[in-house]
């Protein structure tokens, strides 16, 4: 009996070493202004360069032929997926570095239903936040498993993990309670992770909305990744709305002992005190680049370097691979790193 209760308690360990936290921004996998709209160039792209990232092989790390996992009948398939058993039964192993955790925002699912009833803001005596409340969840949790898909396809044993069902819960949007032991334990397991940000209950507002750009952050204070990579659909932070025509890139920005940041590169902005100007979409409940700029500088006062860029390009496969330092002086993006 006593036996059996030992194997019933989840495994608490730390798992083997992450090599990368992601983030799969939803300005990027989705189309923003678009209701419940996939950008499916994107999202392949982002997907294909994650295989990449992780192949063990020397080459370009394409495979011959992709073990494809996504083994479900879609809508207009005329027969059942044509599944080659004899040929994954004679693969040995998949070539593949596994220990990378996927998360992704909500995009275009989800933040709209969240701003139209006021989830992210609590109450669920009211009808219209309990059903909204529901309405976010089926949103994001059937983005997520068309995430889960599109990883599957291109190899990647992928598996969904949902906050809220998960346990996780906040006090006054704060994470109070995030039990990681399934995430250990199917990275233990040789799967990937995928969460996503989520509605979650509130000990103090009953319930709000819990940003992906959060959820990587405790990740990282868990597991201690080598570096944490978030996609997005603009090349990194810029000291203004990069929708102004005279926005600047930052390319490096150094976090100190406190939380105190600088910028580093480009030089013209060295001891700039302004501080960067951020625009947030109306629609949006969980503050857009501000929280990840917040979030990105907790991670990188851990000793955790973080490379923001855009999805799609060659920039953000070498940020997959943690091809980047500061001196790559052809690499767009923004790298947040500790001062020390
Ligand atoms: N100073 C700024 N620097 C960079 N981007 C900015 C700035 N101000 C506003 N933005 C906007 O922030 C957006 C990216 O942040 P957002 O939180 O929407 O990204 P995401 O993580 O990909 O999406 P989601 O939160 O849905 O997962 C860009 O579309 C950009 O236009
Ligand atoms: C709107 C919901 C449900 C999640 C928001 O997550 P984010 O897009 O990562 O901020």
Request: proline residues 4%; glycine residues 10%.
């Amino acid at each position: 009996m006593a036996e059996e209760m030992a194997q019933a308690q989840p495994r608490l360990t730390a798992p083997r070493s992450v090599r990368c936290i992601v983030k799969l921004g939803g300005a990027a996998i989705t189309n923003k202004g678009e209701l419940e709209s996939i950008n499916e160039e994107n999202l392949r792209s982002a997907c294909a360069q994650l295989r990449h990232a992780m192949s063990e092989s020397d080459g370009d790390g394409a495979m011959e032929k992709v073990l494809g996992m996504d083994w479900s009948r879609k809508p207009g398939d005329p027969v059942d997926p044509a599944v080659d058993a004899e040929w994954i039964a004679g693969i040995a192993r998949l070539g593949l570095d596994t220990n990378f955790v996927v998360v992704h925002g909500a995009g275009s699912f989800g933040h709209f239903q969240a701003s139209r009833s006021g989830v992210h803001k609590g109450g669920l005596h009211s009808t219209l936040v309990k059903a909204g409340f529901v309405a976010t969840r089926i949103s994001v949790t059937s983005l997520n498993q068309e995430i889960v898909r599109a990883l599957a396809r291109e190899g990647i044993p992928s598996v969904g993990m949902s906050p809220f069902a998960c346990g996780w819960s906040t006090q006054q949007r704060k994470l109070a309670s995030a039990n990681a032991s399934q995430i250990f334990q199917s990275l233990h397991a040789g799967f990937v992770p995928v969460l996503h940000g989520d509605a979650v209950l509130d000990e103090l507002l009953d319930c709000t909305i819990l940003s992906g750009d959060v959820i990587i952050r405790h990740l990282a204070q868990l597991l201690s990744p080598k570096y944490v990579v978030f996609l997005t659909d603009v090349h990194g932070v810029y000291d203004r709305p990069p929708t102004d025509s005279n926005a600047v890139l930052l390319r490096e920005i150094e976090v100190d002992d406190i939380g105190g940041w600088s910028i580093v590169k480009p030089a013209l902005l060295q001891g700039n005190t302004k501080g960067v100007e951020i625009s947030v979409a109306a629609h949006d409940t969980t503050g857009g680049m501000e929280t990840k700029i917040l979030e990105a500088a907790v991670i990188a006062r851990l000793g955790i370097d973080v490379y923001i860029t855009k999805a799609g390009t060659e920039h953000s496969l070498r940020a997959l691979k943690g091809d980047v330092s500061t001196d790559s002086e052809d690499w767009l993006g923004t790298i947040i790193r500790s001062s020390k």
